[in-house]
């Protein structure tokens, strides 16, 4: 009779052993996928912030550009691409595709952009008006942030995705329907730095 009741305090502390690991297993993913998404809001301020500046950079460099016009046109066109992009993305960080669409969403901004500022270097007028400075000013350090905000969401991406992929925590990745998130990465080596501003 003792030795069944030893079994049964065996087996008991084995199933609550079992069940911590299982419960601190599935809250740390839960945690860690917070985490990230809550990076991911952070590229998400500064990308809004950047499409705010692009129109009102735009809207200044018209009077100075009026023969340029496919080339604002194509700022637009590739700043409402990203905008549209960044709304699918914010809306589910979590979505390889989403973050997949705005990566090539910025890249191809980021190209219009690169044109744009070459571009203007032409217009001394342009280089010279103060409130295009200072946009662009604003522009560049926006910029900046959002590449550090892009490397603390690929951070906690990679935190996440590590803890999804080794044993034991993979069992409840797997059997909880972790997946796994996509870093946001430039793919285009030209545009993995921020556009070179000179006003």
Known sequence: MIAVWILLGLILFFIAV???FV???YNGLVQLRNRFKNAFAQIDVQLKRRYDLIPNLVETAKAYLKHERETLEAVIAARNTAVAAGKQAAGDPGNPDAIRSLAGAETALTGAMSRFFALSEAYPELKANQN????TEE???TENKIAFA???????????NTKCEVFPSVIIANTFNFQKAEMFEVKDEAVREAPKVQF
């Open 150 to 160: 892009r490397q603390a969401y690929n951070d906690a991406v990679m935190t996440y």
């Open 18 to 20: 079992v069940g911590l």
């Open 23 to 25: 419960v601190g297993a």
């Open 132 to 135: 295009m400075a200072q946009l």
């Open 139 to 141: 522009l560049t350090s």
